[in-house]
């Protein structure tokens, strides 16, 4: 039997509506990430060199101008790359039975771009029963299970005060 190599994905957008766009798709494994960008402004000039530098794995990093483009090209690596591994993708909150966020609202924007689903064949888990059921999630942030899952320093990890701030950075 094959082991699947675990691709943790995730994305941010601009809301939570039918008509609200996505900023930012990305992958990450062991290896190395992948991150699409599009935030309608230009990103400095040294962003890739400057995650490269934080982060202890490359990160490939894409940016693009439109929702468009960068679904277009989310696409592309998707049944040209990962489609074509040994992989599964891991999310929190991306769909469950009756719920999740990322894979229903990125079928949203696909659909809406008149984009195919790229996804069909990529074995797919999602985290987020398994968290609640296992730690306490009932907080107004998830800062205690980070704690329980890496101990303090979650501030050292991740420098943005909220994900207001990450959209707008």
């Known amino acids: 039997m094959t ?3 675990t691709i943790a994905f995730d994305i941010e957008t601009t809301g939570f509506g ?4 996505l900023t930012v798709v990305g992958f990450d494994s062991a290896v190395s990430s992948r991150v699409f960008l599009h935030t309608g402004t230009t990103p400095q000039v040294d962003l890739a060199d400057r995650l490269n530098d934080t982060l202890q794995t490359p990160v490939q990093l894409s940016l693009h101008d439109s929702e468009q483009e960068l679904l277009t090209e989310l696409v592309t ?3 040209s790359t990962l489609t074509q591994r040994d992989a599964k993708l891991v999310a929190y909150n991306g769909e469950r039975w009756n719920g999740g966020f990322d894979l229903p609202f990125l079928r949203t924007r696909l659909c809406r ?3 195919e689903w790229p996804f069909g064949t990529l074995p797919y888990v999602d985290v987020m029963d398994v968290f609640e059921k296992r730690f306490n999630t009932s907080e107004d942030t998830l800062d205690g299970v980070y704690g329980d899952l890496i101990g303090s320093g979650l501030n050292d990890l991740d420098p943005l005060a909220d ?3 990450a959209v707008t950075t």
């Open 163 to 165: 994900s207001s701030e």
């Open 113 to 115: 771009h008149k984009l």
């Open 3 to 5: 082991e699947l190599t």
């Open 77 to 79: 690596f998707i049944t």
């Open 18 to 21: 039918a008509d609200d766009e």
